[in-house]
């Protein structure tokens, strides 16, 4: 078993197989972006040399995210793999290449798939992301949908951007069973840029939401990052993040592993420990889970103080978003 150094018990891993995206998502990355080269991503082999003994402490929630999962070629023998190992894994993707690969994760067993879409507009799409790509992601969703997977919806809202759009988002969930969830912005953009994670935070989300609607609160599930409503009458759900608020620190289950092998103990927090480093160098693997443990040890209680550690905020396509 993994503790914490705050007695939070460890059981969930984000794994970002690549940093490589086929958007430019202005509030994730940079447009002109220099990626890394694939001898710098952790191989197959050392993924799954590094989560065998993460299983056996106690490692039973895989998410695979990235940059976009399925940019990463050899990504459908790894899931094959990694289900050998792991019961539950999920996928965060941006939909733009999902379609093809639906039969494929249901064949594996894995049916939870968050989609990240941030507007119903095309127009607005492309001024996002940089890319016109709209159709692609939206036949995704149609297609995962259609074919009983299960869905979570992921908009990031942005002041000025997109908050028009709250009730027409919320909308999908009136006929379809998927989950949308608001998520406050936060400053991974890679640019330093403004960002409205404070000015639109998810109480203010929820305010504009009840504007519409008289939300029904859910129960939250352990260890949710999400603060659930239903819509009387819908057959979906709608969720809020506090992502920049940072409300859900103190039942933080999870442990982050970028594509170059870093370990993150914090969104907001740095590399602590970078374990393709150690799987190259040979290590064991009772050295690997020695170090793990060690920086578990001294994990900062809440994002809060992971930030005032940390001096540098990369992009969100590298750190595993």
């Known amino acids: 078993m993994l503790i914490d150094a705050h007695n939070r018990i460890i059981n969930y891993i984000r794994l970002a197989v690549t940093d490589r995206c086929n958007l430019r998502c202005t509030y994730c990355m940079p447009e ?96 996002i992301t940089r890319r016109d790509q709209f159709p692609a ?68 989300i929820l305010e504009a939401l ?17 603060i659930n409503y239903q819509i009387p009458g819908y057959q979906g759900q709608i969720g809020v993040i506090p992502a920049y608020s940072r409300t859900f620190c103190g039942t933080c289950n999870r442990l982050r592993i970028t594509p170059t092998g870093g370990l993150k103990t914090c969104l907001y927090g740095g590399d602590v420990l970078n374990v393709r480093d150690l799987l190259r160098s040979g290590a064991s693997n009772a050295l690997m889970m020695h170090e793990i443990r060690n920086a578990l040890g001294h994990r900062a209680e809440n994002g809060f103080e992971a930030e005032r550690q940390n001096q540098h905020w990369d992009s969100m396509s590298v750190i595993g978003g």
Do not use: C
């Open 32 to 127: 002109q972006m220099q990626f890394l080269q694939r001898k710098e991503l952790l191989t197959n082999e050392e993924i799954l040399a590094l989560m065998r003994p993460l299983a056996a402490a106690g490692i039973d929630k895989l998410r695979i995210t990235g940059g976009e999962p399925f940019l990463r070629k050899d990504l459908l023998p790894l899931l094959a793999a990694l289900k050998e190992l792991i019961p539950e894994i999920s996928i965060t993707t941006n939909g733009v290449l999902t379609q093809a690969y639906i039969p494929q994760l249901k064949a594996l067993g894995i049916r939870k798939v968050n989609l990240s879409l941030d507007t119903l507009q095309r127009d607005r799409f492309r001024d």
């Open 137 to 204: 992601v939206m036949q995704t969703l149609h297609s995962l949908l259609e074919q009983d997977m299960q869905v979570k919806l992921n908009v990031v809202v942005m002041g000025g951007v997109n908050t028009d759009e709250l009730q027409a988002f919320a909308e999908l969930t009136q006929q379809q069973p998927l989950s949308v969830r608001f998520i406050e912005e936060m400053p991974f953009n890679g640019q330093g840029h403004p960002f409205s994670g404070h000015q639109w935070h998810y109480l203010r």
């Open 210 to 226: 009840e504007a519409y609607y008289p939300l029904e609160k859910l129960p939250n599930p352990p260890h949710a990052t999400s």
